[in-house]
C-alpha cells in the first residue's frame, strides 16, 4: 500500500485505556495511524520549521492530505487546524505570501542562528530543558550516529543538531525505515520521542502560535501542537497484541 506521495504504509492499529478510547460521547474510538502519514507529518513540519521558504506550500498540503486519527477525533483541534490550514494555504500560493513566511520564521526563529535580542523563541531543544545543554547535545549526536543519520535541514551552528526541524526530521526518518521493514529503528524512535521531542516540543509549539503573525507559521504551531499530542497518545498506548511495533511501548 502506499501513501498520497508514493511512499510506503504500514497500519498501526491500537486500542488505548478507557479513558482514551471516548470519542466525547463515551463511545469507544479506536485509533488507526498509517506510518506513511507519521512520516509525512514529520518531513513536513521538520521542511516548515526549518526548510527552504519555496517548498512550504507542498509541506502545508501534504500535512493536510495526511490523516491523524487522534487530532480529527477531537472537534475543536480539526476546527482549528482546518482554519489555519486555509489561511496558510492561500497565503502560500503568492509570491509574497510564501516571502512573509521567510521572513516571518527569521525574525521569530533566527535563519543561521538564534539571537536572543533579536528573535523571539528559540528552535533548540537544549533552551527548555538541558540543565547541562552541552550533554544533552551529545546525547542527541549519539542517537543520531547510531541511526546513520544525516540531517537534510539546511540548519547551521554548533546546536543544529537540537534544533526543531532536526529532530522532527529524524523521527520521520526513523519512522522510515520501520515502515520499510527494519525494526531496528523501533526501539530507538520510541526512546527518542520520549526522551528529547515530547519533552519539548508541545512547549516550543505553544510558544510559537503566542507569537506568530504569519498564516504559514500559525498553522505549522498549530499542527506540531496536535500532531505531537496525537504521537504522545500512539507511543504510549500502542497495544503488542494489535502492533507489530510492540517495542514502541518500550
Given at each position: ?15 488505548a485505556n478507557a ?124 542517537v543520531y550516529r ?79 501542537d496536535a500532531f ?23
Amino acid at each position: 500500500m502506499t501513501n498520497g506521495d508514493g511512499g510506503c504504509v504500514r497500519q498501526m492499529t491500537w486500542s488505548a485505556n478507557a479513558d482514551e478510547r471516548s470519542d466525547g460521547n463515551g463511545a469507544p474510538a479506536a485509533c488507526t495511524c498509517a506510518l506513511g502519514d507519521r512520516v509525512a507529518m514529520y518531513e513536513s513540519l521538520a521542511l516548515l520549521l526549518a526548510g527552504p521558504s519555496a517548498e512550504a506550500g507542498f509541506a502545508v498540503e501534504r500535512i493536510e492530505r495526511a490523516k491523524i486519527p487522534c487530532i480529527e477525533r477531537h472537534h475543536v483541534t480539526a476546527r482549528l487546524t482546518a482554519e489555519a490550514f486555509d489561511a496558510a494555504r492561500a497565503a502560500l500560493r503568492t509570491t509574497k505570501g510564501v516571502e512573509d513566511f521567510r521572513a516571518e520564521r527569521a525574525r521569530v526563529l533566527g535563519e543561521e542562528r538564534f539571537d536572543p535580542f533579536e528573535n523571539l523563541i528559540s528552535p533548540y531543544e537544549t533552551t527548555y530543558l538541558a540543565v547541562r545543554p552541552a550533554d544533552v547535545l551529545e546525547s542527541v549526536r549519539s542517537v543520531y550516529r547510531i541511526a546513520g543519520f544525516t540531517p537534510r535541514q539546511p540548519v547551521r551552528g554548533t546546536e543544529a543538531a537540537c534544533h526543531i526541524g532536526v529532530e522532527l526530521d529524524f523521527m520521520a526518518h526513523c519512522l522510515d525505515q520501520v515502515a520499510w521493514g527494519d525494526d531496528r529503528f523501533l526501539t530507538l524512535v520510541g526512546s527518542f520521542f520520549e526522551d528529547h521531542v515530547r519533552q519539548w516540543a508541545l512547549l516550543f509549539a505553544v510558544a510559537l502560535s503566542g507569537v506568530a503573525v504569519d498564516p504559514a507559521l500559525r498553522f505549522t504551531a498549530c499542527a506540531l501542537d496536535a500532531f505531537i499530542s496525537c504521537e504522545a497518545r500512539t507511543f504510549r498506548c500502542s497495544a503488542p497484541r494489535f502492533c507489530s511495533q510492540c517495542a514502541l511501548l518500550a
